[in-house]
């Protein structure tokens, strides 16, 4: 078990260490905390994270894409998506800022859909305090995160802390 706030900055911080710009690894981070607590598969999380191009990118227009469609097409909207979103879609759709009543994806034609109902006036939906992340995805997201950080050095230390004139 981990909280919310654990979730969301490891799953921010392997997606910067995947490459990804700062902008969708926020947007990954938020929907990464979502998707566990929809109880989605931990390895869709791994797999948006190898994937060069794939639904981190796409996804981060999503909520934006949503907020603009619902006064034209009101509550209920069908959203067309690219392969290999599905998984993560509707953890996307619930970063958008608004209640989500239903959120599915159908496939029609070959082609995944996401079905929405939303609740414009009420409040968005609330995280658990805590979610659980599996040893193995933890792992993955911890491994990815520390590419992120400095390597230990005395060149990296250097600096660090208040001088001696600091000292109040």
């Known amino acids: 078990m981990r909280s919310v706030n654990e979730v969301e900055v490891l799953a921010r911080k392997a997606a910067l260490g995947a ?52 006064p034209l097409a009101g509550p209920d909207m069908v959203l067309s998506l690219q392969p290999g979103d599905a998984a993560l879609a509707p953890a996307y759709a619930r970063i958008c800022g608004h209640a989500i009543a239903g959120c599915h994806v159908v496939e029609e034609d070959g082609i995944p859909r996401l079905h929405l109902s939303i609740a414009p006036d009420a409040p968005a939906s609330s995280l658990p305090a805590r979610l659980t992340l599996q040893g193995e995805c933890y792992d993955a997201l ?24 600091d000292n109040d």
Do not use: K, N
């Open 142 to 165: 911890a491994a990815l995160a520390a590419r992120t950080l400095v390597p230990a050095s005395d060149a990296s230390r250097s600096g660090a802390g208040a001088g001696d004139i």
């Open 19 to 70: 490459g990804f710009p700062s902008a969708q690894a926020d947007s990954f981070g938020r929907a990464a905390a979502h998707h566990l607590a929809l109880e989605g598969d931990p390895e869709a999380l791994t797999r948006a994270l190898d994937a060069e191009g794939g639904p981190i990118l796409r996804l981060h227009l999503l909520p934006e894409d949503i907020r603009r469609a619902l």
